[in-house]
């Protein structure tokens, strides 16, 4: 395809029927295309454009950029009325005005309809969005994740009804029967990438899955699905996702973030702005290429729950590190709720130090209860300010996971229950290598009164094997006691630090 991966228009004037291959914007540098408003038009073909005649990407409120999406679509067919060449400058006129027309996306579809009895032209671009235009402005809009079905009348062939999952009212797409057929497949394609899986309910006895784009080697549609996402939820650039100190360094555009995660199978959003991190969650929510996700440093804040889809829906994440992200009680119980449903979980490491967990521990052993038993190797909560109780929750929860090799818990309250909770759990972990009680604060009684021998953490005496494959253990900060050093005699001979 040469130095452009593939550009390409799906609106045309004719209606061949031809089948047409796109991949939207995007040169082989992972750089995005960006064309003016001015002379972008979604019915242009640009498959003879010169790639060094195309404009790369660069911040400039001129210039808005758009998505790679692959689609197989068909050309419009006709409407109510043959689409004519002033009617393709209209809908280019009053899309290139409306905030959420990034100027970048393909057209997939255009045609002459009427929607809820007014006349109008409909438009649905690659990122998921519908427009309609009447009056040289587009005065209704919706984006596909906002249906729950797209469904043809059986009495009429010609009326479409898109119903929407709020609950409002839906929308009535009077046309012909094959526009109205052809807008009925293109928005099950467009919510088919954007969900990352078949769920839009269309009445089709067969659902035509080769309509749906292959699935990328390489990031399997992630970028289509984020960028979708992020102008489902109003996101006016959907290509602008770093923070503005990385941004200073050199504009890195969403594919480009999607690419270097590819190459190890890590999603870091650790640069990126809170804003487009609830759609990359959306987005991942059903991809199995990529198993670890990390935030470090990045303060989310109250962005942090909407990562919850992503907990709740994944089957395949392995590794899920969140640390210092700014995230409190509500944030991380929505996260322990949402791994509390998902009964598919695949979750081995789960890092949420140095963030503000306190009386969402419930909430988040909850969650570690429902992982299946011998699933977790590492759970690290260092700094979290949790007390005695969560930490007891959270250790009992923990207590069937057998292959367990590394837990973190410094810098929170133990306490008598934790303690014993954790006296608990070790003759259940025979293969831990790593173990930070660093700071954990023991109540005085439990360290050095008389009834410190019933509740020091290693007061249960584990069997041999229990601390064999011990490490490394840090006990800086805990007061020491005869039992205490009982259980460091325990460790096996691999103790080091």
């Known amino acids: 395809l040469g130095r452009l991966l593939a550009m390409g228009a799906c609106f045309s004037c004719e209606t061949d029927g031809s089948e047409r291959q796109v991949i939207l914007l995007s040169l082989d540098d992972g750089s995005v295309v960006r064309a003016r408003k001015s002379r972008l038009s979604l019915f242009a073909d640009l498959a003879n ?28 067919p006709e409407g109510l009325k043959p689409l004519k060449p002033k009617d393709a400058s209209a809908v280019d006129k009053a899309l290139c005005k409306h905030d959420l027309f990034h100027g970048g996306e393909q057209g997939l579809f255009a045609a002459h309809a009427t929607l809820d009895a007014k006349p109008c032209l409909l438009a649905l671009t690659s990122l998921g969005r519908l427009f309609a235009v009447a009056g040289g402005a587009a005065f209704r809009t919706l984006h596909v994740t906002q249906l729950c079905e797209a469904r043809l009348d059986e009495a009429s062939p010609g009326l479409l009804r898109l119903g929407l999952s709020s609950g409002e009212p839906p929308w009535q797409v009077a046309t012909s029967p094959r526009a109205a057929a052809e807008l009925q ?19 089709l006895p067969v659902p035509p899955l080769e309509l749906l784009p292959p699935v990328c080697e390489v990031d399997g549609n992630l970028h289509a699905a984020w960028t979708m996402h992020a102008n489902a939820l109003g996101q006016v650039e959907v290509e602008e996702v770093l923070s503005p100190v990385d941004e200073a360094a050199g ?26 991190v609830r759609p990359l969650a959306r987005a991942l929510a059903h991809n199995g290429a990529f198993v670890a996700f990390k935030v470090s440093g990045n303060a989310l804040g ?48 789960i890092d949420l130090s140095d963030n503000a967990v306190g009386d969402a521990a419930f909430r988040l052993a909850a969650g570690l209860r429902s992982l299946r038993a011998g699933l977790l190797a590492e759970l690290k909560l260092v700094r979290c300010g949790v007390g005695p109780e969560g930490m007891e929750m ?7 996971q057998k292959n367990l090799l590394e837990l973190r818990l410094g810098g929170n309250t133990l306490g008598g229950r934790g303690s014993q909770a954790l006296g608990t759990l070790l003759p259940q972990a025979p293969s831990l290598t790593a173990l930070d009680l660093a700071g954990t604060a023991l109540e005085p009684a439990a360290a050095f009164g008389p009834a410190a021998a019933s509740v020091d953490p290693f007061s249960a005496r584990p069997e041999p094997r229990a601390l064999q494959k011990l490490a490394e253990l840090d006990l800086s900060g805990i007061g020491w006691s005869l039992p205490l050093l009982d259980g460091v005699e325990a460790c096996g001979p691999k103790l080091a630090a």
Not at 306 to 327: E, I, Q, W, Y
Request: glycine share 10%; net charge positive.
């Open 49 to 76: 454009v010169r790639p060094d005649a195309i404009p790369t990407f660069a911040i400039d409120v001129k210039e808005k950029a758009g998505p790679l999406c692959v689609f197989g679509t068909k050309a419009s």
């Open 185 to 203: 497949l293109q928005v099950w394609v467009a919510h088919s990438l954007a969900a990352g899986r078949i769920e839009l309910q269309t009445g």
């Open 251 to 276: 504009v890195t555009t969403a594919l480009q973030c999607v690419r270097e995660w590819a190459a190890t199978g890590e999603v870091d959003a650790s640069r990126l702005r809170p804003s487009a």
């Open 302 to 349: 109250a962005e942090a729950a909407a990562l919850a889809p992503l907990l709740g829906s994944s089957r395949t994440l392995v590794a899920f590190k969140m640390r210092r992200a700014g995230a409190g009680p509500a944030e991380i119980g929505a996260l322990g709720d949402a791994l509390a449903g998902n009964r598919f979980a695949s979750l081995s490491v």
């Open 394 to 400: 959270v250790l009992l929860a923990a207590g069937t």
